[in-house]
């Protein structure tokens, strides 16, 4: 698409203001507009995956040693819910130690 521009320039000789036509092509304009925006675009996206701050790497660091801290937490969890198990079944032979009944299980 063209777009057409009426300018009056003054001849520097005669002294007349003559119109002159200038064409410019608009395509080309929009065209040279989206270039830049996208130039400008994948600079900034390229900016952005290569500055990693140190922020952002402590933030990382913590992350995974929080995650080491639940993982090892959990299984101390288990550790203590199967020593809790363990001291309910056995629950039941105080009353019988209490009585003079023998020990169940191994014997001596």
């Given amino acids: 698409m063209l777009l057409e521009e009426n300018l009056f320039v003054q001849d520097q000789d005669l ?25 400008q675009y994948l600079k900034d996206v390229w900016a952005l995956l ?37 001291v309910g079944n056995q629950i039941g032979d105080i009353d019988d130690a209490l009585k003079g009944k023998g020990r169940k299980g191994r014997k001596k």
């Fill in 15 to 39: 002294g007349l203001v003559k119109e002159v036509k200038q064409l410019e092509n608009v395509g080309d304009a929009k065209l040279n507009t989206m270039w830049k925006l996208t130039k």
């Fill in 50 to 86: 290569w500055s990693k701050t140190t922020i952002d790497e402590k933030v990382i660091a913590t992350v995974k040693d929080v995650k080491k801290r639940y993982k090892l937490t959990t299984q101390e969890l288990n550790d203590v819910a199967k020593a809790i198990r363990e």
